[in-house]
C-alpha cells in the first residue's frame, strides 16, 4: 500500500490570518507539502538560477492546484468546502 500524497497530510497549526487574507492564501495549509515546497522554492533558483526560477514558479503553482483539488474532493480535509459546477 502506498502513503498518502503529503497534501493529505495533518495541519501542523492553524493557518495565519495575515496569509489568508493574501491572494490565494485560503489554499495554504502548513503540512507536509508546504514544507517540502518552500525546500523545494528557496533551493531551485540556487543551484542554477534561471531553470530554478522557472522550476520555483511550476512547483508554487503545482501546489497552489494540488491544495485546490484536495480541498474540493475532500471537503473535510483542512475545511475546505465542497462546490459543485
Request: net charge negative.
Amino acid at each position: 500500500m502506498s502513503p498518502p500524497p503529503l497534501q493529505h497530510t495533518p495541519a501542523l497549526c492553524a493557518t495565519p490570518e495575515w496569509v489568508r487574507g493574501m491572494p490565494y492564501g485560503d489554499l495554504v495549509v502548513l503540512n507536509a507539502a508546504l514544507l517540502l515546497s518552500i525546500i523545494y522554492i528557496i533551493c531551485y533558483p540556487v543551484m542554477e538560477l534561471f531553470a530554478g526560477t522557472l522550476g520555483a514558479l511550476m512547483v508554487a503553482a503545482i501546489y497552489l492546484e494540488t491544495s485546490s483539488l484536495v480541498m474540493q474532493a475532500s471537503p473535510g480535509i483542512h475545511g475546505g468546502s465542497l462546490s459543485l459546477p
